[in-house]
């Protein structure tokens, strides 16, 4: 059986923590996967990522930040992309994964959130011109990208629960690769990365597990099971 890490602090209020065991468990069961999930709080990840996370084939780092353990999360990151484990980001998870490669791929040595440092002068994450909470907006997919495949097409409509979002600045670095933009929204502000050369490496500020309680299954979270139990 393949296992999924949940990363995050587990709360059965908010919205996406609810949908994402219905919508893996959907996806199992559409696919006929042998597949499990495990909440993985970012407190009990302590120093040692690779040993905590040890027999998981998936990463998924959810909604729902700060997280109790900004560092913890941040290595669980590093540990799905340093050694090829598929993962996925959605919201907080799309967030963390920027600060994640900052530091590691683009020097930065403090990446900010500024949600958790409102003072930073340079923030990775910074707050959206327009809020996104509880917002639904259409999402156009970049032609070539594997995110665009995984739709089957270059139009959707996804939802939301955020007020941040990557920096302008920080997005410009996203043109020389190998982590590239997948998905932005109709003003043109990225909403989606994905990592090149890696197994299964995407990240959105969108909620695609939200589909679930629409009642559909969302192709991301497909592709993703898949990739985990294959």
């Known amino acids: ?3 999924i890490a949940l990363i995050g602090d587990h709360n059965p209020e908010v919205t996406a923590h609810r949908s994402i065991p219905l919508a893996l468990d959907r996806a199992a069961g559409d696919a ?4 499990d999930w495990d909440w993985v709080g970012t407190a009990t990840i302590g120093w040692n990522a690779p040993a ?3 027999g998981y084939q998936g990463v998924w780092c959810v909604p729902a930040s700060p997280y109790a353990d900004t560092r913890a999360a941040l290595a669980a990151i ?3 992309r340093e050694r090829g484990i598929p993962f996925l980001g959605t919201c907080g ?3 963390h994964a920027m600060l994640e490669y900052a530091a590691a791929c683009w020097g930065v040595t403090e990446p900010a959130h500024a949600e958790v440092d409102p003072r930073a002068s340079d923030p990775v994450i910074t707050p959206l011109s327009c809020g996104l909470v509880e917002v639904t907006g259409e999402v156009r997919l970049v032609p070539g990208s594997r995110l665009a495949a995984i739709y089957g097409t270059l139009e959707a409509s996804e939802g939301y629960h955020c007020n941040y979002g990557l920096s302008p600045r920080y997005a410009e670095r996203l043109q020389s690769g190998p982590l590239r933009v997948s998905a932005r929204d109709e003003a043109g502000a990225v909403r989606a990365v994905e990592l090149d050369g890696h197994p299964f490496f995407i990240a959105t500020l969108f909620q695609p597990e939200r589909a679930i309680l629409a009642g559909w299954a969302h192709p991301l979270v497909a592709a993703f ?3 985990v139990a294959n």
């Open 93 to 95: 998870g799309f967030q």
């Open 225 to 227: 099971a898949r990739v």
């Open 78 to 80: 590093r540990h799905a």
């Open 32 to 35: 006929g996967l042998d597949l």
């Open 1 to 3: 059986m393949a296992r």
């Open 52 to 54: 905590r996370l040890a």
